[in-house]
């Protein structure tokens, strides 16, 4: 057979295979598709209507996202809709009826318990799917396609994932706002008549304004309290109240809370403000709260635990750091106890990597980790609470002899801090408190904090155990005596 035959049957099989493959391919194709309910672009679905036998629910897409358009106009939750439309989109048929009775109430699609309508956005409008009664056996759902007689089955989570009320489909935030745009903070407590508390945010960070003026606040609080704003989320709304705001415990509020944003280097956007008011109990024993914000009539409610988040004192937002250096500039640390145990701390190489050495020697291995970690606790030390501002008589804090002083030094002997520790005792409880050496705030301080630093030049050495030696006595004792 010559070399040009065999390349013409090589290319006539080549074209048949293909042929075979499009041809199965297709077919595949056709029969995956006929599996699935209706076959569209997701992305393309610009309008929604969902109609159940005593309400309506309509939605529509714009370059912002999903809205509510009826029965209320409202923001929607852009997830869970583009997870409604997908569901329509994924449903699959599971089987076709082959000989369907001509009544439909035997299948519930005579009054659907729901119908769907997607729109695309060249107006285009896909079949109307009717969602009829569940089969008797096999967990799924009659429905139909409009025009058409065929009574087709898909499994029961497509009737529940096109069951939706308002609220579920509805944007939960109660607050919009980007943290990074908020310039101010004030909370109040209206119905105590108390001063606001004002936090401002500054070059150097946030400060208190009110009702203390030019102390830092921690910025993990604030953040933690910002957080909580733009995190909150709504159970459950109530439109056009028809109760009095006093009813619900907005007017006066629990508490209030407004934001002022910057916009362009400039505090000019309108402000937020959210008031929290009385709370509510569920059927399932849960409690709610009731918020408002300023600029909206409809009622949100949040779970309790909101005021507890908010409901922020001037003491809450303060920086608790004890003493304030940077760790690096660290060139030797002093550390005296009432019990006589004190020892000293020295770099030797403060520039790179940290090499700490202890004066007192000891039998074994120095822990370098170890020293390296009591100065990283000394730097970030920080109280839990503020006990005392401006304090006459520290004695009641144990900080008239403490148990613990501490002081930083740099490479030329400048004192960067002093810290002193203090303990008492009442009713059995131990309290310890923190102090800097010049400041004027007494720190609370937690029992695991003071762990860290109550330290003696032996919790810096791995020394020999004692029953390490007794092993090695018992290892060269004659036989009969270890018997």
Same mark, same amino acid.
């Given at each position: 057979?010559?070399?040009?035959?065999?390349?013409?049957?090589?290319?006539?099989?080549?074209?048949?295979?293909?042929?075979?493959?499009?041809?199965?391919?297709?077919?595949?194709?056709?029969?995956?598709?006929?599996?699935?309910?209706?076959?569209?672009?997701?992305?393309?679905?610009?309008?929604?209507?969902?109609?159940?036998?005593?309400?309506?629910?309509?939605?529509?897409?714009?370059?912002?996202?999903?809205?509510?358009?009826?029965?209320?106009?409202?923001?929607?939750?852009?997830?869970?809709?583009?997870?409604?439309?997908?569901?329509?989109?994924?449903?699959?048929?599971?089987?076709?009826?082959?000989? +369907?009775?001509?009544? !439909?109430?035997?299948? *519930? #699609? $005579?009054? /659907?318990?729901?119908? &769907?309508? %997607? =729109? @695309?956005?060249?107006?285009?409008?896909?079949?109307?799917?009717?969602?009829?009664?569940?089969?008797?056996?096999?967990?799924?759902?009659?429905?139909?396609?409009?025009?058409?007689?065929?009574?087709?089955?898909?499994?029961?989570?497509?009737?529940?994932?096109?069951?939706?009320?308002?609220?579920?489909?509805?944007?939960?935030?109660?607050?919009?706002?980007?943290?990074?745009?908020?310039?101010?903070?004030?909370?109040?407590?209206?119905?105590?008549?108390?001063?606001?508390?004002?936090?401002?945010?500054?070059?150097?960070?946030?400060?208190?304004?009110?009702?203390?003026?030019?102390?830092?606040?921690?910025?993990?609080?604030?953040?933690?309290?910002?957080?909580?704003?733009?995190?909150?989320?709504?159970?459950?709304?109530?439109?056009? +109240?028809?109760?009095? !705001?006093?009813?619900? *415990? #907005? $007017?006066? /509020?629990?508490?209030? &809370?407004? %934001? =002022? @944003?910057?916009?362009?280097?400039?505090?000019?956007?309108?402000?937020?403000?959210?008031?929290?008011?009385?709370?509510?109990?569920?059927?399932?024993?849960?409690?709610?709260?009731?918020?408002?914000?300023?600029?909206?009539?409809?009622?949100?409610?949040?779970?309790?635990?909101?005021?507890?988040?908010?409901?922020?004192?001037?003491?809450?937002?303060?920086?608790?750091?004890?003493?304030?250096?940077?760790?690096?500039?660290?060139?030797?640390?002093?550390?005296?106890?009432?019990?006589?145990?004190?020892?000293?701390?020295?770099?030797?190489?403060?520039?790179?990597?940290?090499?700490?050495?202890?004066?007192?020697?000891?039998?074994?291995?120095?822990?370098?980790?170890?020293?390296?970690?009591?100065?990283?606790?000394?730097?970030?030390?920080?109280?839990?609470?503020?006990?005392?501002?401006?304090?006459?008589?520290?004695?009641?804090?144990?900080?008239?002899?403490?148990?613990?002083?501490?002081?930083?030094?740099?490479?030329?002997?400048?004192?960067?801090?002093?810290?002193?520790?203090?303990?008492?005792?009442?009713?059995?409880?131990?309290?310890?408190?923190?102090?800097?050496?010049?400041?004027?705030?007494?720190?609370?301080?937690?029992?695991?904090?003071?762990?860290?630093?109550?330290?003696?030049?032996?919790?810096?050495?791995?020394?020999?155990?004692?029953?390490?030696?007794?092993?090695?006595?018992?290892?060269?004792?004659?036989?009969?005596?270890?018997?």
């Amino acid at each position: 057979m010559s070399a040009r035959r065999t390349l013409l049957m090589l290319a006539v099989l080549l074209g048949l295979g293909g042929y075979i493959y499009f041809i199965d391919l297709d077919r595949q194709r056709t029969a995956e598709d006929a599996k699935t309910l209706l076959q569209f672009d997701s992305d393309a679905v610009t309008r929604v209507a969902l109609v159940y036998p005593d309400r309506e629910l309509h939605l529509a897409k714009d370059d912002g996202g999903w809205n509510i358009t009826a029965p209320l106009q409202a923001r929607a939750d852009t997830s869970a809709v583009d997870n409604l439309v997908n569901a329509v989109n994924q449903a699959e048929v599971s089987r076709t009826l082959d000989d +369907p009775q001509p009544d !439909l109430t035997l299948y *519930g #699609l $005579d009054s /659907p318990v729901a119908t &769907v309508r %997607l =729109t @695309l956005e060249d107006g285009t409008q896909l079949p109307l799917i009717r969602i009829g009664k569940d089969t008797p056996v096999g967990y799924s759902v009659y429905v139909q396609r409009a025009a058409e007689d065929a009574i087709l089955l898909t499994p029961q989570a497509f009737r529940l994932g096109m069951t939706k009320q308002t609220k579920d489909l509805r944007d939960k935030a109660v607050l919009v706002f980007q943290k990074e745009r908020v310039s101010q903070i004030e909370v109040q407590r209206p119905a105590e008549a108390e001063t606001p508390v004002v936090l401002r945010k500054a070059e150097n960070g946030w400060t208190l304004d009110q009702p203390i003026r030019d102390r830092l606040a921690d910025e993990a609080s604030v953040n933690t309290f910002l957080s909580s704003l733009s995190g909150m989320r709504a159970q459950d709304f109530i439109e056009q +109240p028809v109760l009095e !705001l006093e009813e619900f *415990g #907005l $007017d006066p /509020p629990q508490l209030a &809370v407004k %934001l =002022t @944003l910057n916009e362009n280097g400039a505090d000019t956007a309108p402000a937020l403000r959210l008031l929290v008011g009385r709370e509510k109990s569920t059927d399932q024993g849960t409690r709610q709260r009731h918020v408002k914000r300023g600029d909206a009539e409809t009622l949100y409610l949040v779970g309790d635990w909101v005021f507890g988040d908010l409901n922020k004192t001037a003491h809450d937002f303060r920086d608790k750091t004890v003493a304030r250096f940077t760790k690096e500039a660290v060139a030797r640390v002093e550390v005296k106890r009432q019990d006589g145990e004190g020892f000293l701390l020295t770099c030797s190489d403060c520039d790179g990597e940290a090499n700490w050495q202890i004066n007192a020697r000891l039998e074994g291995e120095m822990k370098q980790n170890a020293l390296d970690q009591f100065v990283t606790d000394l730097h970030g030390l920080k109280g839990f609470e503020i006990v005392a501002d401006q304090p006459q008589d520290v004695s009641g804090y144990g900080l008239d002899e403490p148990l613990v002083t501490i002081r930083a030094y740099n490479a030329a002997e400048d004192k960067l801090a002093g810290l002193l520790i203090g303990q008492t005792t009442q009713d059995d409880a131990t309290r310890v408190f923190a102090m800097a050496e010049e400041g004027q705030t007494v720190f609370g301080l937690r029992d695991y904090v003071f762990e860290r630093l109550d330290k003696k030049p032996a919790d810096f050495w791995d020394t020999p155990a004692e029953e390490d030696g007794q092993a090695a006595e018992a290892e060269a004792a004659p036989e009969e005596e270890r018997l």
